[in-house]
């Protein structure tokens, strides 16, 4: 009886402290890149990240990312997302990805072709005023800082 009640408090930490993030077993990320642009005129960021995620079994149809969503003023609004590289590379093909930003999830409609193996790049772009992580203010001197 002893044993079984050490074994229970020895495992109920470790069922606390689980690691709860929802899985996309279909999908490995294999490369981000995050381009960020400040002001000293304004708390708005304006962001871009590509992607290059690699498709693990057939037919995955969508992809989470984790973005704050808009709210009391701060977070983060999607202007696009788009596939392949970086918008603004001279020569790139892009085309639009459906996607959805709610409760601090953006979720991509990914094309239906997507096959064991294959790779694909997408970029976000987004912008808002960071609800936190980012701190942007007056420091001591009342000049802005990041």
Same mark, same amino acid.
């Given at each position: &009886?002893? =044993?079984?009640?050490?074994?229970?408090?020895? =495992?109920?930490?470790?069922?606390?402290?689980?690691?709860? !993030?929802?899985?996309?077993?279909?999908?490995?990320?294999? %490369? !981000?890149? #995050?381009?960020l642009g400040l002001t000293d005129t304004s708390d708005e960021?304006?962001?871009?990240? $590509?992607?290059?995620?690699?498709?693990?079994?057939?037919?995955?149809?969508?992809?989470?990312?984790?973005?704050?969503?808009?709210?009391?003023?701060?977070? &983060?609004?999607?202007?696009?997302?788009?596939?392949?590289?970086?918008?603004?590379?001279?020569?790139?093909?892009?085309?639009?990805?459906?996607?959805? %930003?709610?409760?601090?999830? =953006?979720?991509?409609?990914?094309?239906?072709?997507?096959?064991?193996? %294959?790779?694909?790049? #997408?970029?976000v772009r987004y912008r808002g005023i960071p609800g936190g992580?980012?701190?942007?203010?007056?420091?001591?001197?009342?000049?802005? $800082? #990041?």
């Amino acid at each position: &009886m002893i =044993l079984r009640i050490a074994a229970l408090l020895l =495992l109920v930490p470790a069922l606390l402290s689980a690691d709860t !993030y929802p899985r996309q077993p279909g999908i490995d990320v294999l %490369h !981000y890149v #995050f381009r960020l642009g400040l002001t000293d005129t304004s708390d708005e960021i304006t962001g871009e990240a $590509t992607v290059t995620v690699k498709f693990l079994r057939d037919g995955v149809v969508d992809l989470s990312l984790d973005l704050t969503s808009l709210a009391g003023g701060n977070g &983060m609004t999607v202007q696009s997302v788009r596939r392949g590289g970086p918008i603004d590379v001279p020569g790139s093909r892009s085309e639009n990805i459906v996607f959805t %930003h709610t409760n601090n999830r =953006l979720r991509l409609v990914l094309p239906p072709q997507s096959r064991a193996g %294959h790779e694909l790049t #997408f970029t976000v772009r987004y912008r808002g005023i960071p609800g936190g992580g980012l701190r942007i203010g007056e420091n001591i001197h009342r000049e802005r $800082t #990041f």
